[in-house]
């Protein structure tokens, strides 16, 4: 999975893009929408990638806000690094890190996010475990990512452009078929949105919700750290 990443992550932008028909950024948009980050605050965005919702992060919560952005890539930090250098933000810092074992202490951060990451990590529950760890009590988690369409037709549809296009277009553009055929396997085990957001009530979050995109396509899940009574 490591070399998946490391690979692809010269055409990792282009191809999302090109993937998703730009819907990317709406969802992302849409959700930050939702989020209504506080100015101030300290933020974590794990398997941050090529650093795209940790940028957007860093706009939210302003010069006097902090986030961190964490990738196990470092191929995908360096294209992030360039990324954010161009932006000119002084509140952003991009480190080499493992989501199943964040290196921070307990209760550090306002939010977490994970954008298109948790389908690829070995172990679900223990990420989810990690990010409510490293919040802070009455924080945020939010987690963007591919779903399970529940429309009939449009379901299978949705099934046959990610086994068989997706590889293709990433063979096409990317020259990249095989690390585009795993990340198909990766979005088709993922589990739907109902079931993630069970496990992320599992894990210990509450008020749990989640907001699908494009008709199930993608859905951004909501959960908060309980509050110390």
């Not at 921070?104 to 954008?115: E, L, M, N, R």
């Not at 599992?202 to 309980?226: C, I, L, N, W």
Request: a neutral charge.
């Amino acid at each position: 999975m490591h070399n998946v990443f490391e690979k692809i992550s010269p055409s990792y932008d282009r191809m999302n893009s090109l993937i998703s028909f730009r819907l990317h950024a709406k969802w992302r948009k849409k959700t930050m929408e939702l989020m209504r980050v506080r100015e101030g605050a300290s933020a974590l965005d794990v398997c941050c990638g090529t650093a795209d919702w940790t940028i957007t992060m860093a706009e939210a919560v302003g010069a006097s806000g902090s986030v961190i952005g964490l990738d196990f890539s470092e191929n995908m930090l360096e294209v992030g690094k360039e990324k954010v250098t161009t932006t000119g933000l002084e509140n952003i810092v991009l480190m080499h890190g493992n989501a199943m074992e964040l290196p921070f202490a307990d209760d550090s951060f306002d939010y977490v996010t994970i954008g298109f990451g948790l389908r690829n990590v070995p172990d679900y529950m223990t990420v989810l475990q990690e990010m409510y760890r490293v919040l802070k009590p009455g924080g945020l988690l939010t987690c963007l990512d591919t779903s399970t369409p529940t429309i009939p037709g449009y379901n299978q549809l949705f099934f046959f452009y990610f086994r068989h296009m997706m590889p293709l277009m990433g063979k096409l553009f990317a020259k990249s078929y095989e690390e585009y055929a795993w990340l198909e396997e990766s979005t088709r085990s993922f589990p739907g949105m109902k079931k993630l957001a069970n496990m992320f009530q599992e894990a210990g979050f509450d008020h749990v919700r989640y907001v699908p995109h494009s008709g199930g396509a993608s859905a951004t899940h909501f959960g908060y750290k309980k509050k110390e009574q």
